[in-house]
């Protein structure tokens, strides 16, 4: 499945990626959403975050085309949000997907799932009972004046069209018992923004999550509230995976072309043709090598290999170029390959 993206070859900013799928996008996007204003708040969000500018541009296109795909807006009235995640086994800030309990909401109402409901916090100060069993119920009724106490419940409601009312209620303490248990902490020890700065509206999310769950019929409610849990403890959502993989099956291609070319350039004398793999090894080339390229190969344009190994992230190419070694003669040039192979193997053991 390619979810309708370009198939010629892909920018690798943000910037270009979302410019070269805007058919893609649009296609994406409910016809009440426009994709101009869609892109330029998409684009305002990350230039707003530091650390969304760090994220790898196809994790942030795969969360943004999520995001289309569901009909919501990133960044604006609680739909949805772009949330930075740091990838220890890729050692990358990726983008990750992250759906409002507004956006929730509007997913529940627009895709039949539910007909009514609503989510409120409930305050010391106000009149608040509830009932749960064959015939659940919710009585609230806020205190008047303008202090109402501390924040002491949340709760959510939801009628689905053929069937009975869902009610779910969560204390203060069940929230953060809940956070405590499930939320990962930033590398500072720190809950994230969402939590510190925000602490309400995750509590209405997670006890609307809680409640739409018991109602959520279509898929697309199901896979919401699926990627909103993977987000909260912090697992890949796999978004934007077909086009990172397609970015780099096309620069191991590229560097692929540019070690041949690197090779061709040493194996050919200046004013030659190309040698005839067909004849037997030229003088001072190890008997048995199965490389007519190697005799010609020198420390530096070896060294110059292990640098695009780097980029590719290949290891059987850096075996390969780690036996050209045995065909350079000098001590000199001998120890320049091996630290520079060394080198190689070091960042690559870092990226893997």
């Known amino acids: 499945m390619n979810n309708g993206l370009t198939t010629t070859k ?8 979302l410019e070269a799928n805007r058919n893609a996008l649009l296609q994406a996007l409910p016809k009440s959403i426009k994709i101009d204003r869609f892109l330029r708040v998409a684009m305002n969000a990350i230039a707003r975050n530091p650390d969304l500018q760090k994220c790898t541009a196809s994790s942030l296109f795969g969360a943004i085309m999520q995001s289309a795909q569901f009909g919501l807006e990133v960044g604006l009235m609680n739909q949805a949000h772009l949330v930075p995640y740091w990838n220890s086994e890729k050692r990358s800030f990726e983008a990750q997907f992250q759906i409002g309990y507004l956006g929730l909401r509007h997913m529940a109402e627009w895709y039949g799932d539910v007909e009514d409901g609503d989510a409120q ?4 100060l106000d009149e608040f009972d509830y009932e749960l069993g064959d015939t659940p119920s919710i009585h609230h009724k806020p205190a008047k004046g303008q202090s109402r106490g501390d924040v002491a419940y949340y709760y959510a409601w939801a009628k689905p069209k053929n069937g009975k009312i869902k009610v779910a209620v969560m204390s203060r303490q069940e929230v953060e018992e809940h956070r405590d248990k499930f939320v990962r902490k930033t590398k500072q020890g720190d809950y994230s923004p969402a939590w510190t700065k925000s602490f309400d509206a995750m509590g209405i999310k997670t006890v609307m999550r809680k409640c739409y769950k018991l109602v959520a019929r279509s898929p697309q409610l199901r896979e ?8 909260e403890v912090q697992i890949p959502q796999g978004l934007g995976v077909e086009l990172a993989q397609e970015q780099l099956t ?26 005839s793999h067909d004849g037997p090894h030229e003088s001072g080339s190890p008997e048995g090598s199965d490389s ?14 292990f640098a695009l190994v780097e980029e590719m ?4 190419n850096l075996a390969n170029s780690w036996q050209h070694e045995a065909h350079l003669h000098s001590d000199d040039d001998r120890a320049k390959v091996k630290a520079a192979a060394e080198a190689a193997k070091k960042r690559l053991g870092r990226k893997k």
């Open 10 to 17: 892909q920018p690798t900013d943000i910037a270009g990626l």
């Open 121 to 124: 916090v409930v305050y010391e």
């Open 224 to 231: 919401a509230i699926a990627l909103d849990e993977l987000q």
């Open 250 to 275: 096309t620069m191991r291609q590229s560097n692929q072309d540019k070690m041949k070319q690197l090779q061709q350039s040493e194996a050919q004398p200046e004013g030659q043709g190309a040698p």
């Open 292 to 305: 007519p390229l190697a005799p010609q190969l020198t420390a530096d344009s070896v060294c110059q290999q």
């Open 313 to 316: 992230f290949e290891w059987s």
